[in-house]
């Protein structure tokens, strides 16, 4: 594998290795500082709304400058705003206003910098002389390796170095990814329109913001793709947030919780490696089909709580069926979403899913709360197999072989009338 996707991987991996300790180490030292678990949460609820706003206004951003450059961006104020915490703490002392300014302004940067990294995808593929089913299947195995690995990590720190001093090497992890990105030539990150040339930003900002958003509604495949990605981190934020702890705390045996939720992660691992490995085999629909029908099963069997070796299963077949399922929709994403609107679908993309999680999570704690755990199971698996029959049905979904060079040109209108 050439130099230009190895170091699209190796920065990928690193940011979502950095965002799954930072989500362990942050909380746990905002709660030894403040002593506070509403405190805690507080700066968790603080960050969501600047999240969902920088990822729904900062595509425009994104689609007018180079995207290597925007990662690169992203990621340093990432790892400024981590940074920030443990040199304020040795000046003045942290207090849970501090916590709060700079996870806003972390959120600033990590919505922005996950929509550059997926916006520059399509150009690695064209110069790195890696196929989009290639790269996306590892992609999606990296970045489940490093979900299993930054919970275990973040344990680490946390034992090994008091207070903020943990949030130095979380905020280095980001600094690397910005590091290794400049790796990747300049060049490669320019936007670029179907048949090679330089696209000019056409319009104001709101303009072009409005552009972006109507694309998303007018290209089928763009509107079934983000609902189901709403829909299956609302179904995630409320197996994770809310239903399995109960359910383990329940049963005497919150440490299994963790067994679990590697699993998930283990099988994506093995559901990316497959489709890194034979993606190109086969028709796409076919591919689809599995991936959607996995999920149902994996989830179904979730949902019943019946045992703890059937929530592993459940959760190893889940993860396979998503690891197979997002490598195909990313290979589809780079064909299919405009290149130069890629920044503004895909940022409004990222700002659905970043408040699903929460609205998951509220959802069956209301629903545990008011009438049963196991109601609660029952009503996620229902809403996700609802997306899914949703998804199986639509016309944008049916015929999901490559779309000839011709027929993809996107000049003033879109590759929606080819799905």
């Not at 940011?15 to 180490?25: E, H, M, P, R």
């Not at 590091?179 to 319009?203: F, K, N, Q």
């Not at 099988?267 to 028709?283: D, H, M, N, Q, S």
Request: hydrophobic share 55%; with cysteine.
């Amino acid at each position: 594998m050439k130099s230009i996707p190895v170091a699209y991987l190796a920065s990928y991996s690193l940011s979502v290795l950095g965002n799954s300790v930072a989500a362990i180490v942050l909380p746990l030292v905002v709660l030894q500082t403040t002593g506070s678990a509403l405190g805690a949460g507080t700066v968790a609820a603080a960050t969501v709304v600047p999240a969902v706003l920088a990822g729904l206004f900062m595509g425009v951003v994104i689609d007018r400058i180079n995207r290597r450059t925007s990662s690169v961006v992203t990621d340093l104020v990432s790892a400024a705003a981590v940074a920030a915490l443990p040199i304020v703490d040795m000046i003045t002392g942290l207090s849970l206003g501090w916590f709060v300014l700079f996870g806003v302004i972390g959120a600033l940067g990590d919505v922005p910098g996950t929509t550059a990294r997926e916006a520059l995808l399509p150009a690695i593929v064209r110069h790195g002389g890696v196929s989009p089913e290639r790269i996306t299947g590892l992609r999606e195995s990296l970045g489940a390796i490093a979900l299993l690995v930054g919970p275990a990590g973040a344990g680490v720190l946390v034992a090994l170095f008091d207070g903020t001093t943990a949030l130095w090497i979380t905020s280095g992890t980001s600094l690397a990814a910005a590091s290794v990105t400049l790796l990747i030539p300049h060049r490669v990150g320019a936007i670029v329109t179907a048949d090679g040339t330089a696209a000019t930003p056409v319009g104001n900002a709101w303009r072009q913001l409005r552009d972006g958003w109507a694309e998303l509604i007018r290209n089928r495949f763009v509107l079934v793709v983000t609902l189901m990605g709403t829909t299956a981190v609302i179904v995630t934020g409320a197996l994770q947030g809310i239903i399995l702890p109960v359910y383990f705390t329940e049963a005497e045996q919150p440490g299994l919780l963790g067994v679990v939720l590697s699993t998930i992660a283990g099988g994506t691992l093995v559901g990316g490696a497959i489709y890194a490995a034979a993606g190109r085999r086969g028709r796409r629909r076919s591919w689809f089909v599995v991936g959607v029908v996995g999920n149902a099963v994996g989830l179904a069997v979730l949902a019943t709580l019946a045992s703890v070796w059937m929530l592993v299963a459940g959760a190893f077949i889940l993860g396979v069926s998503v690891g197979l399922f997002s490598s195909l929709i990313g290979v589809l994403s780079i064909e299919r979403i405009p290149e130069h609107k890629r920044g503004r679908v895909m940022g409004t993309q990222n700002a659905f899913i970043t408040a699903a999680s929460p609205l998951g999570v509220f959802l069956a704690g209301a629903l545990t709360e008011f009438t049963s755990l196991n109601i609660a199971a029952i009503a996620v698996a229902t809403t996700w197999l609802i997306a899914l029959i949703i998804a199986l049905c639509a016309r944008s979904m049916r015929n999901l072989e490559p779309i000839a060079h011709e027929d993809a040109r996107i000049e003033g209108s879109t590759v929606a009338d080819h799905a």
